[in-house]
């Protein structure tokens, strides 16, 4: 199968739900997955129902074991919002993440490769877009490579294969509604 590389960018909601849809698709299909969250750290909601999938498909009898461990998440980042001019320490995560994430890629042990935030940490500073263009190079022919994040270069647009663009039309964010457990974090 070639793989292929897609990018969920927008000023709208779901850019991390699609990317977490997609991966939970991949597994059914019983692919290897790994997720490389970028600017995140801490139990996110998605963190705790990846947990719980990979318990529920591990206690499974009718899949015999044959999925647990499809989905493998790691987190490169301080856990707080980057305003202004990013901390040391935010640059040193995304360091490791872009190391890990390159890892990720020429492995060999995954089929799908999810960059999450990986734009925001563009847009911050915290490396740059010529970083994950490299990364798409040495993506193998037949790994599905997701970005995701607000604000995607045009250089990476310009080389991404599918380009979702998710725009905000409404949202209740907008009538102070904060980000609610489940829904949105």
């Given at each position: 199968?070639?793989?292929y590389?897609?990018?969920?960018?927008?000023?709208?909601?779901?850019?991390?739900?699609?990317?977490?849809?997609?991966?939970?698709?991949?597994?059914?299909?019983?692919?290897?997955?790994?997720?490389?969250?970028?600017?995140?750290?801490?139990?996110?909601?998605?963190?705790?129902?990846?947990?719980?999938?990979?318990?529920?498909?591990?206690?499974?009898?009718?899949?015999?074991?044959?999925?647990?461990?499809?989905?493998?998440?790691?987190q490169?980042?301080?856990?707080?919002?980057v305003?202004?001019?990013p901390?040391?320490?935010?640059?040193?995560?995304?360091?490791?993440?872009?190391?890990?994430?390159?890892?990720?890629?020429?492995?060999?042990?995954?089929?799908?490769?999810?960059?999450?935030?990986a734009?925001?940490?563009?847009?911050?500073?915290i490396?740059?877009?010529?970083a994950?263009?490299?990364?798409?190079?040495?993506?193998?022919?037949d790994?599905?490579?997701?970005?995701?994040?607000r604000?995607?270069a045009?250089?990476?647009?310009?080389?991404?294969?599918?380009?979702?663009?998710?725009?905000a039309?409404?949202?209740?964010?907008?009538?102070?509604?904060?980000?609610?457990t489940?829904?949105?974090?």
């Amino acid at each position: 199968m070639k793989g292929y590389v897609q990018i969920y960018t927008g000023t709208g909601k779901g850019k991390t739900t699609a990317a977490l849809g997609l991966a939970v698709r991949a597994v059914g299909a019983g692919l290897r997955v790994y997720i490389c969250q970028f600017m995140k750290s801490g139990d996110y909601s998605e963190i705790k129902a990846l947990k719980r999938l990979s318990e529920c498909l591990a206690e499974s009898p009718a899949l015999d074991g044959a999925i647990t461990g499809a989905i493998t998440i790691e987190q490169f980042g301080t856990g707080r919002f980057v305003r202004g001019k990013p901390a040391e320490k935010e640059f040193e995560a995304g360091r490791q993440g872009l190391a890990r994430l390159r890892e990720a890629l020429i492995s060999g042990d995954f089929d799908v490769v999810i960059a999450e935030e990986a734009n925001v940490a563009v847009s911050c500073g915290i490396f740059s877009a010529e970083a994950l263009c490299d990364l798409i190079d040495i993506k193998p022919p037949d790994m599905e490579l997701v970005i995701t994040g607000r604000g995607a270069a045009e250089s990476l647009i310009n080389r991404a294969d599918l380009v979702t663009d998710m725009r905000a039309v409404k949202h209740y964010f907008e009538n102070g509604v904060a980000a609610r457990t489940g829904i949105e974090k």
